[in-house]
């Protein structure tokens, strides 16, 4: 029963050793922050809604529902900060309620050159090994796809609409959209190629090879494929339906899968824009973990309330029932001593003491 | 093993006829009784009948890993999916519909009566006209006939029960037709069926 807790809260350990190793520092954030940092910086937040209160000095606070935001604000100009945190967040659920999120990341701010992306990244690939030998990692690069909508001369709105089109894998929209926008073929097909894009690494950018010949595409194409030959190619999926938050996120975005979890467990990427939005300079980059949905992965329901319920006989000397549970819980077994065994409660195996402390069954 | 949600139905039928000719077949699905599960080891797939609203559902938690829901549902609550394709079929229009004799006044606030309120809002704040939205569970057309809404957003087939209702389509909003949709995880680790069962239903759909 203990030990798949305790394989997330292992799992948790290796996540922290790792970043700690790699010189990352634990950030640990206040319960509360301000609720006008929160509202100026709303549209970054998974959602606008946060749980608000007036604290006893009369200022309107929150509870946390982002701990990156809080980070970038303790980052200094010219210098690099390399932070990791685990922190429980408090934001709507799909249930159309507030809850508590457990949740893991780690940042890097500051004047990043490409190694410190890369950093990221493969602590991002490494973070999903330490919790599942069977891992994906889906990566992109923003930049591609806006570019290629860029030069086909559609306005904002209709480019909006094909990223929503591409982050659903969505071709027969994409192409309706085109239609619609008056987009020629062949820039439509440029588009298309991109969200079919095939996932393993040399194709995916042998296609992107293809596309455009110009200067600019084929140096984003060579950086691009320098990222990924450093990660582990049968892991790494190129998609470019990762389509992050473009208002701040920028560059590279990533997402993480492990077999068996339904959603994705990882995701990150490159946001520069929300560090100038938030009137910093240089270059953020950071991934979060979500560990509600990894402790589901690593907590199966138990079939048994209790791995060992010891009875014991009425007027057993307390010290006789201690010692025996003791003895019983010798192998790791969670023991619950009880008078009666009660009528719900399911336990792998039971157990009756004596009065005299034996165990007599 | 592939589990495929579909929904429940004339459409469900018609789209598992699909997958059969794609080369997933079931022909325990066939059988008239009520269960609700069908599984064929020899192509790898386990069906389900699910309510149609719900499919997107079950695909967006991973209990399926892909299934076939209508474009009005993907709109409407938007699940985190990928919609794999457009399968041609149940092919219908949401649309704004009025009485007969209908005159939008801009001075007032419409209300509209409606089965989809993010779609109805998503379309009016498009056009900066401001609404009230009355949510209702069925019998939309029985709203402005009873003063209860000025418009119904809702989805048109035939027309039939419009005009049975003296009531005419304004304007369309949206085509509506059945999506291919996958799970976002299910289709990293499942790759390979699922985007062979995209191509088969692709090639299926050309040469119909």
């Not at chain 2, 049975?164 to 949206?174: G, M």
Request: charged share 25%; glycine share 8%.
């Amino acid at each position: 029963m203990s030990t798949e807790k305790n394989t997330v809260e292992e799992k948790i350990g290796a996540l922290r050793e790792l970043y700690r190793r790699r010189g990352y520092a634990r950030f640990r954030m206040r319960q509360f922050e301000a609720y006008d940092f929160y509202a100026r910086n709303k549209n970054f937040l998974v959602s606008e809604n946060v749980i608000t209160f007036t604290d006893l000095d009369g200022k309107l606070m929150a509870l946390k529902p982002d701990v990156t935001l809080s980070i970038i604000k303790n980052s200094d100009a010219g210098e690099i900060l390399r932070a990791y945190y685990h922190e429980n967040v408090y934001r709507p659920t799909k249930s159309g309620t507030f809850g508590e999120i457990m949740q893991m990341g780690l940042e890097c701010i500051g004047d990043l050159d490409e190694y410190c992306v890369f950093e990221v990244l493969s602590l991002a690939a490494e973070s999903l090994d330490a919790l599942s030998p069977d891992w994906l990692l889906d990566v992109s690069d923003l930049w591609f796809f806006s570019t290629a909508i860029e030069r086909t001369g559609v306005d904002g709105e209709t480019g909006d609409k094909l990223f929503a089109c591409l982050g659903e894998k969505n071709a027969h929209d994409l192409k309706a959209v085109c239609s619609a926008a008056g987009v020629c073929e062949q820039k439509a097909n440029k588009l298309l190629a991109l969200l079919n894009c095939d996932s393993d690494p040399r194709k995916a950018l042998s296609i992107l090879e293809s596309l455009y010949d110009d200067a600019a595409w084929q140096a984003r194409v060579a950086a691009f494929g320098a990222v990924l030959s450093a990660l582990p190619e049968a892991r790494v999926r190129v998609d470019f339906s990762v389509v992050s938050n473009r208002k701040y996120y920028n560059g590279l975005v990533f997402q993480g899968f492990i077999n068996g979890v339904p959603q994705n467990v990882l995701s990150g990427g490159q946001y520069d824009n929300l560090l100038a939005r938030m009137g910093k300079s240089g270059r953020a980059v950071g991934f979060a973990l979500y560990l509600d949905r990894v402790e589901e992965y690593f907590m199966p329901r138990d079939a048994y309330d209790a791995d060992v319920v010891l009875i014991y006989a009425p007027h057993t000397p307390p010290r006789l029932v201690a010692a025996a549970a003791a003895e019983l819980g010798k192998n790791g077994d969670a023991v619950t001593a009880l008078p009666a065994l009660p009528q719900k409660l399911k336990a792998r195996r039971v157990v009756r003491l004596d009065e005299n402390g034996v165990i007599v069954c | 093993m592939l589990n495929i949600a579909l929904p429940k139905g004339r459409l469900g039928e018609k789209v598992y006829a699909m997958f059969e000719a794609a080369g997933f077949a079931c022909p325990a699905i066939r059988e008239n009784n009520r269960k609700l599960v069908f599984e064929n080891e020899e192509t790898g797939v386990r069906y389900f009948w699910v309510k149609p609203s719900d499919v997107a559902i079950y695909v967006e938690r991973g209990a399926a890993d892909v299934g076939v829901a209508g474009k009005d549902i993907l709109l409407e609550y938007r699940p985190d999916v990928y919609e794999l394709l457009d399968l041609g079929t149940g092919v219908c229009r949401m649309a704004v519909a009025a009485p007969r004799d209908f005159r939008d006044d801009p001075r007032r606030v419409l209300r509209v009566a409606t089965k989809f309120p993010h779609i109805a809002a998503d379309y009016y704040a498009g056009r900066g006209r401001q609404i009230d939205v009355i949510r209702l569970n069925g019998s939309i057309e029985l709203a402005p006939i009873l003063g209860l809404s000025d418009v119904i957003v809702d989805i048109v087939e035939t027309g039939t029960t419009l005009r049975e209702n003296d009531l005419a389509v304004v304007c369309d909003i949206v085509p509506i037709s059945a999506r291919l949709i996958a799970n976002k995880a299910a289709y990293q680790f499942k790759n390979e069926p699922i985007t062979r069962l995209q191509a088969a239903l692709a090639a299926g759909k050309e040469t119909t």
